[in-house]
Protein backbone atom coordinates (compact mmCIF):
# COMPACT_ATOMS: atom_id res chain seq x y z
CA UNK A 1 0.00 0.00 0.00
CA UNK A 2 3.09 2.04 1.00
CA UNK A 3 4.26 2.08 -2.55
CA UNK A 4 0.76 2.99 -4.47
CA UNK A 5 0.89 6.22 -2.43
CA UNK A 6 4.26 7.28 -3.35
CA UNK A 7 3.59 6.29 -6.90
CA UNK A 8 0.44 8.65 -7.03
CA UNK A 9 2.43 11.28 -4.71
CA UNK A 10 5.09 11.03 -7.76
CA UNK A 11 2.39 11.07 -10.47
CA UNK A 12 1.07 14.74 -9.03
CA UNK A 13 4.02 16.34 -7.97
CA UNK A 14 5.17 15.69 -12.32
CA UNK A 15 1.79 16.62 -13.08
CA UNK A 16 1.93 19.94 -11.36
CA UNK A 17 5.67 20.67 -12.30
CA UNK A 18 4.66 20.31 -15.99
CA UNK A 19 1.34 22.62 -15.70
CA UNK A 20 3.29 24.98 -13.50
CA UNK A 21 4.64 26.60 -16.47
CA UNK A 22 1.66 26.75 -18.52
CA UNK A 23 -0.39 28.09 -16.07
CA UNK A 24 2.22 30.82 -15.34
CA UNK A 25 2.43 31.87 -19.41
CA UNK A 26 -1.72 31.85 -18.91
CA UNK A 27 -1.57 34.23 -16.04
CA UNK A 28 0.38 37.50 -18.30
CA UNK A 29 -1.51 36.67 -21.25
CA UNK A 30 -5.64 37.04 -22.28
CA UNK A 31 -7.23 37.56 -25.47
CA UNK A 32 -10.31 38.83 -23.39
CA UNK A 33 -10.16 40.53 -20.17
CA UNK A 34 -14.05 42.08 -18.79
CA UNK A 35 -13.38 44.44 -16.10
CA UNK A 36 -15.69 45.35 -13.81
CA UNK A 37 -18.30 42.87 -14.28
CA UNK A 38 -21.64 41.67 -11.92
CA UNK A 39 -20.27 38.27 -11.52
CA UNK A 40 -23.15 35.25 -9.89
CA UNK A 41 -20.59 32.17 -8.46
CA UNK A 42 -24.04 29.65 -9.08
CA UNK A 43 -24.94 29.15 -5.21
CA UNK A 44 -27.63 31.90 -4.89
CA UNK A 45 -25.92 34.28 -2.97
CA UNK A 46 -25.30 37.95 -3.95
CA UNK A 47 -23.67 39.05 -6.54
CA UNK A 48 -20.21 40.53 -6.63
CA UNK A 49 -18.00 43.07 -8.97
CA UNK A 50 -14.90 41.55 -10.48
CA UNK A 51 -13.28 40.78 -13.43
CA UNK A 52 -13.23 38.05 -16.12
CA UNK A 53 -10.18 36.59 -18.01
CA UNK A 54 -10.12 34.28 -21.17
CA UNK A 55 -7.49 32.99 -23.26
CA UNK A 56 -8.67 30.74 -26.05
CA UNK A 57 -12.51 30.18 -24.92
CA UNK A 58 -12.09 29.57 -21.99
CA UNK A 59 -12.21 31.23 -18.38
CA UNK A 60 -8.44 31.89 -16.88
CA UNK A 61 -9.13 33.91 -13.93
CA UNK A 62 -12.34 35.21 -11.70
CA UNK A 63 -12.19 37.94 -9.91
CA UNK A 64 -8.93 40.80 -9.43
CA UNK A 65 -7.01 39.96 -12.70
CA UNK A 66 -3.78 41.64 -12.80
CA UNK A 67 -2.96 40.51 -16.58
CA UNK A 68 -3.69 42.30 -19.61
CA UNK A 69 -5.91 41.45 -22.72
CA UNK A 70 -5.02 41.51 -25.77
CA UNK A 71 -9.27 43.25 -26.06
CA UNK A 72 -10.43 44.85 -23.15
CA UNK A 73 -14.16 45.42 -22.10
CA UNK A 74 -15.91 47.34 -19.52
CA UNK A 75 -18.39 45.10 -17.51
CA UNK A 76 -20.56 47.44 -16.16
Known amino acids: MRRRRF ?3 GGAVTA ?8 AATR ?3 DLVIRGAT ?3 GTGGPPKQG ?13 RVTASG ?3 LDGR
Open 7 to 9: IAA
Open 16 to 23: AAFAAPWV
Open 28 to 30: NRS
Open 39 to 41: LYD
Open 51 to 63: DLSFLEGRITEVG
Open 70 to 72: AEE
